[in-house]
C-alpha cells in the first residue's frame, strides 16, 4: 500500500484514460488519411488532405521523382503524380487517382499552445502506421532547409520522430493537423519539428494553382558581417550588421543595379537588413518586377540603389 487516498488513485487512473481516449480518438480522426509513400531509394508519409487525392509531404521525400507509389491504410497500392514541390518550405503535393478518400482537417496553428498534447503519425523505417506521442515544447523556431533558406514559425515536440515519419501529420488531441513533420536532430532525444499547419496550408495551394512557389532574387553571394558602431553613428543605421556582397552574378538584377563586390546591405525594400536571413524573407512573388531602393555602405559611404528583383528559376 502507498497510502495515497483511493481518490488521489482514482484521480489519476482518470487522467491517464482521458489522455489515451484523447490519442486514440484522434488516431482514428486522421490515420485513414495517412499514407506511405515509396520511392526506389526508399520511404516516406503523407497527408491525404481532399478527398479527391492530394497528398501533403515533404520535398525531400519526392525529390528527383516525378511519380512515386502511394499505399493507403486500407492497403490499397497507386501511382501518383508529381504537382509541385518547394524546397524552401520542405513541402510538396501528389496527387493519386482516386475519389471519395478518407481525408484530414487542418487546425489554425496561430492557435496551437506550449504544451498541449502532440501526436504524430506515419511511417518509421517503413512501420507502416505508427503513432508517437507528446507535447508541443516550442513554438516559432527556425530551421534550415536543404535549399539553405530559413523556414519559419516551426513547432518544436518531443512525439518521437524517425526517418520514414517524414511528411506525415502532427495533430492535436482533437483530431486535427497542426503541422507536417520534417525532421529531426540525431543524436539528441526528444527534438522534432513540424511545419506549421498554416504554412502547410498555403504553400500546398499554391503549389495546386502552380506547381512551385514564385520568389524572386537578386543574384548576389552574402554573408553577414558586423557594422562598426562609429559607421552605425555616422550614418543613423537601425541595424549593427549587414549583408557583405562576397560576389556579384554576371547578368544579375544586382549586377544591373550596379551592385559591387564588397558592398554592404543594409537594407532593402524601406526594411532594415541585418542578415542574408532578412533579405531572403523579402524576396517574395510581390517584388518580381518592381523597383526596390536599396541603401549600402560601399568604402565607408553610404550610397542608394535601385535594384529590380526577378523571379527566381524552379527548384
Known amino acids: 500500500m502507498t497510502g ?3 481518490s488521489r488513485l482514482m484521480d489519476d487512473s482518470d487522467l491517464l484514460d482521458a489522455y489515451s481516449r484523447a490519442v486514440i ?18 520511404s516516406g508519409s503523407g497527408l491525404i488532405f481532399t478527398p479527391d487525392g492530394l497528398v501533403l509531404t515533404n520535398s525531400h521525400v519526392v525529390e528527383g521523382e516525378s511519380r512515386v507509389r502511394v499505399t493507403l491504410p486500407d492497403g490499397r497500392a497507386m501511382r501518383a503524380d508529381l504537382l509541385g514541390r518547394d524546397p524552401d518550405t520542405d513541402l510538396a503535393v501528389v496527387r493519386v487517382d482516386a475519389a471519395s478518400l478518407p481525408w484530414a482537417t487542418f487546425a489554425d496553428s496561430r492557435r496551437v499552445r506550449v504544451g498541449q498534447v502532440a501526436i504524430a503519425i506515419g511511417n518509421p523505417y517503413g512501420f507502416q502506421h505508427s503513432v508517437t506521442a507528446g507535447v508541443v515544447s516550442a513554438l516559432g523556431r527556425s530551421l534550415r532547409s536543404k535549399s539553405g533558406r530559413l523556414m519559419e514559425d516551426i513547432i518544436q515536440t518531443d512525439a518521437s520522430l524517425n526517418p520514414g515519419n517524414s511528411g506525415g501529420p502532427l495533430v492535436d488531441s482533437r483530431g486535427e493537423v497542426i503541422g507536417i513533420n520534417t525532421a529531426m536532430i540525431l543524436p539528441a532525444q526528444g527534438l522534432c519539428f513540424a ?25 548576389i553571394v552574402g554573408q553577414q558581417v558586423p557594422i562598426s558602431r562609429a559607421a552605425a553613428r555616422l550614418h543613423q543605421l537601425a541595424v549593427s550588421s549587414g549583408v557583405l556582397v562576397a560576389g556579384v552574378e554576371e547578368g544579375s538584377p544586382a549586377a544591373a543595379a550596379g551592385m559591387r563586390e564588397g558592398d554592404v546591405i543594409l537594407a532593402f525594400g524601406g526594411q532594415p537588413i541585418a ?6 524573407r523579402y524576396l517574395t512573388d510581390d517584388r518580381i518586377n518592381v523597383p526596390s531602393a536599396v541603401v549600402l555602405l560601399r568604402s565607408s559611404e553610404r550610397r542608394e540603389l535601385t535594384l529590380v528583383p526577378q523571379e527566381r528559376g524552379g527548384p
Open 4 to 6: 495515497e487516498p483511493a
Open 25 to 42: 480518438g484522434a488516431v482514428d480522426a486522421v490515420g485513414p488519411a495517412v499514407v506511405r509513400i515509396e520511392l526506389r531509394r526508399g
Open 195 to 219: 511545419i506549421a499547419g498554416n504554412t502547410a496550408r498555403f504553400i500546398a495551394s499554391r503549389l495546386i494553382r502552380d506547381g512551385r512557389i514564385r520568389r524572386s532574387y537578386v543574384g
Open 275 to 280: 542578415g542574408v536571413d532578412d533579405l531572403h
